[in-house]
């Protein structure tokens, strides 16, 4: 196994590195960069991917270039220190040039980096766990991800336990009724929940329990109150509980379905089994064969799943589900950092969440051996 987990982590270099070339070259071909962003703002154009224009003949402008809609008007001075200031572009001075490097002293000049030495550079900063700072914000990106992360934790933790909570009960209890009135009419129940959208569920639960047009249960916005920290530790709590309660329901309102008919089908095919009959015959306790036989084997792929399931959750948490509820998370922030061509936070988090994802892969299998110690990953490769 040791060789095995060995092989996994040496793959995860080379796989890390062709998502993150892939996704840099992609920016490469993205009109309105963070240059025009700056541009579009100070010219009061709003967002600079609403204002692109080519030059007469259509086309679209290069990324850091001077001739694009947003540099009319302004000095090119200034647009030189914002490519500088952004990583774009160097200062260059003459040999002998003894003062400091200034866009404006004659003997210096500005010269572009190459997008491939930008790449390696980034990288190179990457793997001294060095993310850099926000284009916009002023701030760290690892001090801006775990600024937003209690939101995602909130979400996707929460959302992950509650749905192992109730569906691989339900699950095993519709696979011992199969075909009963109890599986009918809870199928009916989790696929009419599935088919719901989970913003428009989140709606619904607005408008009816947080002041809409019947009931005002809940809170409308945020994870908790206004003057949370002075409150004594279990006010903290309930007032946390308090506000989780909609946006964590509207978030798992569809994670019911495929859980608890995955584990109902692996249980109805574990039970069909010879070694279950087997069981049977020799006298032992329905629960006895449910949960000392076939449980481990139904089990292996749920439970299994369960680091890969909340990965999901927590970093795919809907953004419009934080928009709604008003909860600035990760969500909120990836999708700000896209529209504003904040590269620092995309790439940064991209390179951190990347990395966990391939290592919580790895760690997906060692729950499959840790379920059925019977694997052997090693051996079948």
């Given at each position: 196994?040791?060789?095995?987990?060995?092989?996994?982590?040496?793959?995860?270099?080379?796989?890390?590195?062709?998502?993150?070339?892939?996704?840099?070259?992609?920016?490469?071909?993205?009109?309105?960069?963070?240059?025009?962003?700056?541009?579009?703002?100070?010219?009061?154009?709003?967002?600079?991917?609403?204002?692109?224009?080519?030059?007469?003949?259509?086309?679209?402008?290069?990324?850091?270039?001077?001739?694009?809609?947003?540099?009319?008007?302004?000095?090119?001075?200034?647009?030189?220190?914002?490519?500088?200031?952004?990583?774009?572009a160097r200062i260059v001075c003459?040999?002998?040039?003894?003062?400091?490097?200034?866009?404006?002293?004659?003997?210096?000049?500005?010269?572009?980096?190459?997008?491939?030495?930008?790449?390696?550079?980034?990288?190179?900063?990457?793997?001294?766990?060095?993310?850099?700072?926000?284009?916009?914000?002023?701030?760290?990106?690892?001090?801006?991800?775990?600024?937003?992360?209690?939101?995602?934790?909130?979400?996707?933790?929460?959302?992950?336990?509650?749905?192992?909570?109730?569906?691989?009960?339900?699950g095993i209890r519709k696979a011992?009724?199969?075909?009963?009135?109890?599986?009918?009419?809870?199928?009916?129940?989790?696929?009419?929940?599935?088919?719901?959208?989970?913003?428009?569920?989140?709606?619904?639960?607005?408008?009816?329990?947080?002041?809409?047009?019947?009931?005002?249960?809940?809170?409308?916005?945020?994870?908790?109150?206004?003057?949370?920290?002075?409150?004594?530790?279990?006010?903290?709590?309930?007032?946390?509980?308090?506000?989780?309660?909609?946006?964590?329901?509207?978030?798992?309102?569809?994670?019911?379905?495929?859980?608890?008919?995955?584990?109902?089908?692996?249980?109805?095919?574990?039970?069909?089994?010879?070694?279950?009959?087997?069981?049977?015959?020799?006298?032992?306790?329905?629960?006895?064969?449910?949960?000392?036989?076939?449980?481990?084997?139904?089990?292996?792929?749920?439970?299994?799943?369960?680091?890969?399931?909340?990965?999901?959750?927590?970093?795919?948490?809907?953004?419009?589900?934080?928009?709604?509820?008003?909860?600035?998370?990760?969500?909120?922030?990836?999708?700000?950092?896209?529209?504003?061509?904040?590269?620092?936070?995309?790439?940064?988090?991209?390179?951190?969440?990347?990395?966990?994802?391939?290592?919580?892969?790895?760690?997906?299998?060692?729950?499959?051996?840790?379920?059925?110690?019977?694997?052997?990953?090693?051996?079948?490769?």
């Amino acid at each position: 196994m040791g060789a095995y987990i060995l092989r996994r982590l040496l793959l995860v270099i080379p796989t890390l590195f062709g998502v993150m070339v892939i996704n840099f070259a992609l920016t490469q071909f993205v009109p309105g960069g963070p240059v025009e962003q700056v541009l579009a703002r100070l010219e009061g154009e709003g967002d600079a991917i609403q204002n692109l224009a080519g030059t007469e003949g259509g086309g679209v402008q290069e990324e850091t270039g001077a001739d694009y809609v947003g540099s009319r008007g302004l000095p090119p001075e200034f647009l030189a220190r914002l490519e500088v200031q952004f990583g774009f572009a160097r200062i260059v001075c003459d040999e002998g040039f003894t003062g400091t490097p200034s866009i404006t002293a004659p003997e210096c000049r500005k010269e572009p980096i190459p997008a491939v030495e930008r790449f390696m550079i980034m990288m190179g900063n990457y793997l001294t766990l060095d993310f850099g700072q926000s284009y916009f914000r002023s701030v760290s990106v690892v001090d801006l991800v775990l600024e937003k992360m209690p939101v995602s934790i909130t979400l996707g933790l929460w959302s992950t336990v509650i749905a192992y909570l109730v569906s691989i009960p339900l699950g095993i209890r519709k696979a011992v009724r199969d075909g009963s009135g109890f599986d009918t009419w809870t199928s009916g129940i989790i696929i009419a929940a599935y088919a719901i959208p989970g913003f428009l569920f989140a709606i619904l639960l607005m408008v009816v329990f947080a002041g809409g047009s019947y009931f005002q249960w809940f809170p409308l916005r945020g994870l908790t109150s206004d003057g949370w920290a002075t409150f004594p530790w279990y006010q903290k709590i309930t007032d946390y509980l308090w506000h989780i309660v909609l946006p964590v329901t509207a978030q798992l309102i569809s994670a019911f379905a495929t859980l608890t008919l995955l584990t109902k089908n692996s249980f109805l095919d574990e039970i069909k089994k010879q070694y279950v009959m087997t069981a049977r015959a020799k006298g032992l306790s329905e629960a006895r064969v449910l949960y000392g036989h076939v449980f481990r084997n139904a089990m292996l792929i749920v439970i299994a799943g369960f680091p890969g399931l909340f990965l999901g959750v927590f970093f795919g948490s809907s953004l419009i589900i934080e928009f709604i509820f008003s909860l600035d998370g990760l969500g909120q922030l990836g999708y700000r950092s896209a529209v504003e061509r904040d590269y620092p936070v995309i790439f940064g988090t991209l390179f951190a969440f990347g990395l966990i994802g391939l290592i919580v892969g790895i760690i997906s299998d060692l729950m499959y051996v840790l379920v059925d110690p019977r694997i052997d990953f090693e051996r079948r490769g």
